[in-house]
């Protein structure tokens, strides 16, 4: 299945590279960063001649407090260790060094997102404070939520790339403002057009089809990473927001709202699997090798066989992560309407049911590289975590049962696994390790329980992130009162009452 939609897809890529050079040309009206190089003194103090590349300090210069976060401190931390955080491609390869080689430069705003990420994480690690972290951050969000994402005059992909980071040093902060980061994207940029259906008519009320926005494959990967990041944000607290931005005419939003006087969650979910199977079909046609365009001829043809499997595990990545979209509408709108029979849930069980088959198939892949390896066993943790997410949906007044403990057990094998493979003191994966979290409420072994737990405290200690601590003490609440109840809590409202709303 996955290999037909493959070769489908491969008829459509756009040629590579002509979009990178269309924003390394386009002026920037002032909001370019200016390349800054420092030469090193002709004479040292003692007068004699010094080689080009050799860096004399004056043994009567004040030297700077090793712990202060310069910015050239805050870059060599960024390219040494941010650049494998959430990435086990290898660092010179991968989407975090191309932003800083090739577009950071190009926008003040994007190189400070990247600084107050990278000023963040040093800080948690070191235990400074926070001032300099915030402050990059506080500047470049003031400059790009000003921003009309398709208006403006600059390249959609740096403003994209700079959300990203944005929304990034928000969720390790235990921040909220990504909501909001994310709402303004959607809205300006208009990305809910590839989330609307092709057909014209539905059958209950007519859609016209349009144009989807003119993006690159690298601003289709933001993208899918963004949509990521907006379904975490509501997992357990608040409700998705991409799929309402569909590029509608007011008018036409207000007629159809008066017409069909419904839940915008019944709406959602009557053709969820529409507008996911189009929002797969565009994310995929249009964000194909990515890396190997970036990079171009320097790119090593080793990595080709691997970036192929890569595209079709990209297809059921997907897949996972708006099928837990899904989930949440389901959630919020059980939480709105009861015991409504507007909508059968088996709807939402079978698909679950045919997304572990496609996982089930494709972990049988014998992978040869770790990358996929381990983007295989994510997926595999998604689909487990998904199972136990709809369960505790639709069965809130019992304790578990044999299915959830059974996919709560597979994803502790995964994270075992995954331990492995990524790199030392990093998760890997923007979509680790909250199916961990999921698994540790849901599990009924004491033992598992605990694990989970030093597993979270680990993570803490090696510097995840602020909310990993909040993750930690919501699941040891959670496990707390299940036992005293002996039935499933409504984590959310756990959250809001002991640690406030926070992002997993």
């Known amino acids: 299945m996955l290999g037909e939609f493959y070769d489908r897809i491969t008829e459509e890529e756009d040629k590579r590279g002509e979009w990178m050079d269309d924003i390394l040309k386009k002026p920037l009206n002032g909001n370019s960063a200016t390349v800054t190089t420092l030469n090193s003194p002709k004479c040292n103090p003692y007068g004699e001649q ?117 929304c990034h040093f928000d969720i390790m902060c235990g921040e909220t403002n990504t909501i909001w980061i994310l709402r303004h994207v959607w809205s300006t940029g208009r990305i809910g057009l590839i989330f609307e259906p092709k057909e014209k008519n539905d059958g209950e009320h007519t859609r016209i089809d349009r144009k989807l926005p003119v993006l690159s494959a690298f601003a289709y990967q933001i993208i899918t990473w963004l949509v990521y990041l907006d379904i975490r944000s509501a997992l357990f607290v608040g409700n998705i927001s991409f799929p309402d931005y569909i590029a509608l005419e007011d008018k036409r939003r207000e007629d159809f709202t008066a017409k069909y006087e419904r839940s915008s969650d019944l709406e959602y979910l009557t053709i969820a699997d529409k507008y996911e199977s189009k929002a797969v079909y565009n994310i995929f046609a249009h964000s194909r090798q990515v890396l190997s365009s970036m990079y171009g001829p320097s ?70 590289d770790s990358v996929s390896l381990f983007h295989i066993l994510i997926i595999k943790a998604l689909v487990h975590a998904s199972i136990i997410y709809f369960d505790r949906i639709c069965n809130p007044n019992i304790r578990t049962n044999e299915k959830c403990q059974l996919a709560a057990y597979e994803i502790l094998k995964v994270a075992l696994k995954l331990r492995e493979i990524r790199s030392s003191k990093t998760p890997g994966s923007t979509q680790w390790p909250f199916p961990l979290f999921i698994a540790g409420v849901e599990t009924d072994d004491v033992v598992h329980q605990n694990w989970i ?22 699941l040891k609440e959670c496990i707390k009162r299940q036992g005293k109840l002996n039935q499933r809590v409504d984590i959310g409202a756990v959250m809001e009452e002991l640690t406030g709303y926070f992002i997993l």
């Not at 979209?325 to 709807?347: A, H, K, M, V, Y």
């Not at 200690?461 to 919501?474: A, F, R, S, V």
């Open 50 to 166: 010094e080689s080009s590349n050799t860096l004399v300090i004056n043994k009567s210069d004040k030297l700077e407090d090793p712990v202060i976060q310069n910015e050239f401190r805050l870059v060599c931390h960024y390219c040494r260790v941010m650049c494998k955080f959430y990435s086990v491609k290898e660092p010179q390869w991968n989407f975090y060094s191309i932003v800083s080689n090739v577009f950071a430069y190009r926008y003040i705003p994007l190189k400070e997102s990247i600084l107050a990420w990278s000023s963040l994480h040093l800080s948690i690690v070191e235990g400074t404070p926070l001032t300099t972290a915030k402050n990059y951050f506080q500047s470049a969000i003031s400059s790009v939520i000003k921003e009309n994402f398709l208006k403006s005059s600059i390249p959609i992909e740096l403003l994209l790339a700079s959300a990203f980071f944005l």
């Open 299 to 368: 790119y090593p043809k080793d990595f080709q066989s691997t970036d192929d499997l890569q595209d079709q595990i990209l297809v059921l990545m997907v897949k996972n992560m708006l099928m837990f979209g899904t989930l949440i509408r389901l959630r919020c709108w059980f939480e709105s309407c009861g015991n409504s029979t507007e909508f059968d849930p088996q709807s939402v069980q079978e698909r679950i049911d045919a997304l572990y088959i496609e996982t089930q198939k494709l972990s049988s892949i014998k992978a040869n």
């Open 453 to 474: 737990l030093e597993e979270l405290e680990r993570c803490e200690e090696e510097g995840w992130g602020l909310h990993i601590g909040k993750t930690k003490i919501l």
